[in-house]
């Protein structure tokens, strides 16, 4: 029973086998013949021939060059500055700072108290200097009534004094008593000038006190930390409790009038194509929106190490703007008629930039020198002369040589400017 069934096995193994190699060869076959008839439909009469094929013109889309407006722009790189900066500083030593009213980013007006100093010291000064002031006015009445007194006794020596140099010509008074009178009458003179004298002394302390009181009052107001002009805090080193000093950090910053300008760094080659009043549109990270300014300052000088100019720029207002971030600028530095083609026309290989230009419906690569970029245009500097059409998509589809079915490009194309 084993043996017939392991020969019925190995036949139907055999037909298996058979029959893969049938269809295989079929399949080969088909496969072989469908290659053919490509090949075929491939091959052109020329070929047949004997001759070498002509490929079929392509559809080719062509645009004009045309001439258009452009704005000749000079791209700076910089940050964003303060205008003008003021710094805030304690004027009086040794004070601590024991209220603030202000932090980074207010916007503060003109004498608006921006913090406070300890002044009870300086209130205790002012109070001494008050009694000093006090026991100066009463010396000086003091001195006043002596000098009224002194007066008065001058006045009734010098009488005696003249009676007595009366009698003494007529014999009635002696030598002895003459001498008295006008040593009495010299005695009260010297005290009325010594009167005097401390008239004078009790005024200068007074005048000296009132002096010290003027200082006292001035640092008392001074202990209110006040804004020199309206403006934005850009910074604040002020802390409560520290001590402040008139040297050193200064307490608070402010960005006077909240004005933020572009300060570029611009080369010293193109310098002198940037003039005050020109338009620039600066660019900030993470803002879609070009900021407008204008060129507000050209320094005068140049940077010895880098050969870089400095280039302040007026901007308009914007909440995005903060002193010190990068920014990106844009300078217009003139206008002027130019002639342009798509920027998709430009291609760039080893010689160069090219385009490939439509002559007699073939394709001819002609070398360019392109300028400025604007938009979706680029100027043509040399090369190309206006209304030569140029193969709008330049690519491997057009060779040179091959002729073409143009496709011109009626649709208007927006200008450089």
């Given amino acids: 029973m084993k043996k017939p069934l392991v020969m019925l096995a190995w036949i139907a193994l055999l037909m298996l086998v058979l029959t893969v190699c049938v269809y295989s060869f079929a399949v080969t ?15 052109g009469p020329g070929r047949d021939s004997g001759g070498s094929p002509s490929p079929a013109p392509v559809a080719t889309t062509l645009a004009r060059a045309e001439r258009h407006s452009i704005t000749e722009m000079l791209a700076v790189t910089g940050s964003l500055v303060a205008r003008e900066e003021i710094v805030v500083g304690a004027e009086v030593d040794g004070l601590r700072i024991v209220e603030l009213l202000a932090d980074i980013g207010d916007h503060v007006e003109q004498g608006q108290v921006l913090g406070r100093l300890d002044g009870s010291m300086l209130r205790t000064q002012l109070a001494q200097n008050t009694s000093m002031i006090a026991k100066a006015e009463a010396s000086i009445a003091q001195a006043r009534a002596s000098i009224a007194e002194t007066q008065a006794a001058e006045a009734e020596a010098a009488d005696a004094l003249k009676r007595t140099q009366t009698l003494g010509a007529t014999g009635t008074s002696s ?19 010594a009167a005097k004298a401390s008239l004078r002394i009790a005024e200068a302390e007074r005048a000296l006190a009132e002096a010290q009181r003027s200082e006292i009052e001035l640092k008392i107001a001074r202990t209110e930390l006040k804004a020199p002009a309206a403006g934005t805090i850009s910074r604040r080193a002020a802390r409560l409790g520290a001590v402040a000093g008139t040297v050193g950090e200064p307490l608070f910053q402010l960005v006077r009038n909240g004005e933020i300008e572009f300060d ?7 310098l002198p194509q940037i003039e005050p009043g020109q338009n620039v549109e600066v660019l900030l990270s993470g803002v879609s ?12 000088s140049v ?20 002193a010190g971030i990068f920014a990106r600028g844009n300078i217009t530095v003139g206008r002027r008629q130019a002639v342009t083609v798509p920027l998709s026309a430009v291609l760039f290989g080893k010689d ?3 385009v490939q230009l439509a002559t007699d419906n073939v394709v001819e690569t002609r070398n360019v020198e392109t300028g400025f970029k604007r938009g979706s245009r680029v100027e043509i500097v040399n090369g190309l002369m206006e209304g030569q059409e140029v193969v709008v998509r330049a ?23």
């Fill in 29 to 43: 076959g088909a496969q072989r013949r469908q290659i053919e008839a490509v090949a075929m439909q491939l091959s």
């Fill in 175 to 193: 030598p002895v008593q003459l001498l008295t009178r006008e040593t009495q009458a010299k005695v009260a003179a010297a005290k009325a000038t």
């Fill in 264 to 270: 570029a760094a611009v080369p010293e080659t193109v």
């Fill in 289 to 300: 929106e070009a900021i407008s300014g204008t060129v507000r300052l050209v320094d005068v």
């Fill in 303 to 322: 940077d010895k190490a880098s050969r870089l100019g400095r280039v302040a720029v007026a901007l308009s207002r914007h909440p995005a703007m903060r």
């Fill in 352 to 354: 160069g930039a090219y």
């Fill in 395 to 417: 690519a491997a589809f057009a060779r040179p040589g091959e002729p073409i079915v143009p496709v011109r490009n009626e649709a208007k194309a927006a200008g450089g400017g």
